[in-house]
Nanobody, 120 residues
Framework: QVQLVESGGGLVQPGGSLRLSCAASGFAFRLYVLNWYRQAPGKERELVATITSSGGSTDYADSVKGRFSISRDNTKNTVYLQMNNMKPEDTAVYYC?????????????WGQGTRVTVSS
């Protein structure tokens, strides 16, 4: 059974930090590109950060560059999102996502989300 379980969300003051974790099971984690998405109230889901299967390359939305950092531990089947200098506009539900294309098939898995609120 495939599972992606996020944790680490909560309430943080502007300028503060949070570290999200996403623990995976039930699939070949090391072969998948991993992403963090977020969805703010009344807005569409947006891609925040991406890390390749080896962890050798990352990419970020312009809105979080220099503040967020994605990493993965393939020995623990876990992906992380370190969020620093947080802003009220970072308030959203954060989802981890695993994605792999094999030949003509795409395999996509989602977590249930963890809520992050940035407020004083």
């Amino acid at each position: 059974q495939v599972q992606l379980v996020e944790s680490g969300g909560g309430l943080v003051q502007p300028g503060g930090s949070l570290r999200l974790s996403c623990a995976a099971s039930g699939f070949a984690f090391r072969l998948y590109v991993l992403n963090w998405y977020r969805q703010a109230p009344g807005k569409e889901r947006e891609l925040v950060a991406t890390i390749t299967s080896s962890g050798g390359s990352t990419d970020y939305a312009d809105s979080v560059k220099g503040r967020f950092s994605i990493s993965r531990d393939n020995t623990k089947n876990t992906v992380y999102l370190q969020m620093n200098n947080m802003k009220p506009e970072d308030t959203a539900v954060y989802y981890c996502n695993a994605d792999r294309v094999e030949w003509d098939r795409e395999f996509v898995y989602w977590g249930q989300g963890t809520r992050v609120t940035v407020s004083s």
